[in-house]
């Protein structure tokens, strides 16, 4: 069965520094999200991305986050100049429509931990 | 605003059933989902119900829906050892998003 695939499964970095986290969603899929579940907390909403570009986010998704699908495959998310409290870990996901209409298959996930 | 509630803990026997619940706010979702989360894994599609739909059945997996409640249960049949995870209500939210619940954590005892 396709699934959703994310690298690394955990990452490290210094507070301030950046990082890029990746997707590789289903391929047939056109609708691609990200999640983040800090722990101990519900699984929050970061971005949609439809046709190359972002559909909806959250408020959460503030000017230091940012999403890009760079070829036919890869999904990625950045996150500029780290902080403590984005250490969580991050879910990605697609569909083939939005969630209204088909249901969202999600990958393993990203720990990221910021020291 | 959207929002999803469940209970967060259930401890049941090995071969009982097991009974999930939740409620939810956002009754225009077309659909309702069920995740399971087993530790240090991500988050799989267990199953989910067509908001038109009161009852889904699928091997050991029961969902009821009753939407005038805004009512949405998982029950797990002869639940078993494998079945320990942590399972998540989920429903469509006005942003195309999932509007997750807490999550509940499922102990099956032998």
């Known amino acids: 069965e396709p699934e959703v695939t994310q690298t690394p499964s955990h990452q490290v970095t210094q507070m301030g520094q950046e990082v890029i986290l990746r997707c590789v969603p289903i391929s047939n899929h056109l609708y691609f999200y990200w999640y983040r579940q800090i722990l101990g907390q519900k699984v929050e909403f970061l971005v949609s991305?439809?046709?190359?570009?972002?559909?909806?986010k959250s408020e959460i998704f503030d000017d230091q986050f940012s999403v890009e699908r760079p070829d036919g495959s890869n999904f990625t998310l950045k996150i500029r100049s780290t902080k403590l409290e984005d250490s969580a870990m991050y879910f990605c996901?697609?569909?083939?429509?939005?969630?209204?209409?088909?249901?969202?298959?999600f990958g393993d996930g990203t720990r990221l931990s910021i020291l | 605003g959207e929002d999803v509630e469940q209970s967060l803990f259930l401890s049941v026997r090995e071969g009982d059933s097991s009974v999930i619940n939740c409620t939810y706010t956002d009754s225009s979702s077309t659909y309702l989902y069920w995740y399971k989360q087993e530790p240090g894994a991500g988050l799989q599609l267990l199953t989910y119900i067509f908001s038109n739909m009161d009852m889904k059945q699928d091997q050991r997996l029961t969902v009821l829906l009753n939407k005038k409640d805004k009512h949405l249960s998982l029950r797990i049949a002869d639940t078993q050892t494998g079945d320990s995870a942590i399972y998540f209500c989920?429903?469509?939210?006005?942003?195309?998003?999932?509007?997750f619940g807490k999550g509940t954590k499922l102990s099956v005892k032998p």
């Open positions: 989920a429903s469509g939210g006005s942003q195309g998003n999932l509007i």
């Open positions: 991305f439809y046709n190359n570009e972002i559909s909806e």
């Open positions: 996901a697609s569909s083939d429509g939005g969630a209204r209409n088909q249901p969202q298959h």
